[in-house]
């Protein structure tokens, strides 16, 4: 698993298919084998949607 953004491999796992960039500061919810939702967390939890352009590779 790495971040679709950075590619850092440094990400926690935060739930069931939900992972968290610290490098990013953005959960990166896993929809299937090759497709990712990524959020920018705000300050009071809410996640707010954020458009990553996918690799196909
Ligand atoms: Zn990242």
Same mark, same amino acid.
């Given at each position: 698993?790495?971040?679709? #953004?950075?590619?850092?491999?440094?990400?926690?796992?935060?739930? /069931?298919?939900?992972? $968290?960039?610290?490098?990013? #500061?953005?959960?990166?919810?896993?929809?299937?084998?090759?497709? /990712?939702?990524?959020? $920018?967390?705000?300050?009071?939890?809410?996640?707010?949607?954020?458009?990553?352009?996918?690799?196909?590779?």
């Amino acid at each position: 698993m790495q971040c679709p #953004l950075c590619h850092t491999i440094d990400i926690g796992k935060i739930g /069931t298919n939900r992972y $968290y960039c610290w490098h990013c #500061l953005m959960e990166i919810c896993l929809v299937s084998r090759r497709e /990712t939702k990524m959020f $920018y967390v705000e300050p009071d939890g809410s996640l707010v949607p954020v458009a990553v352009e996918q690799k196909s590779s």
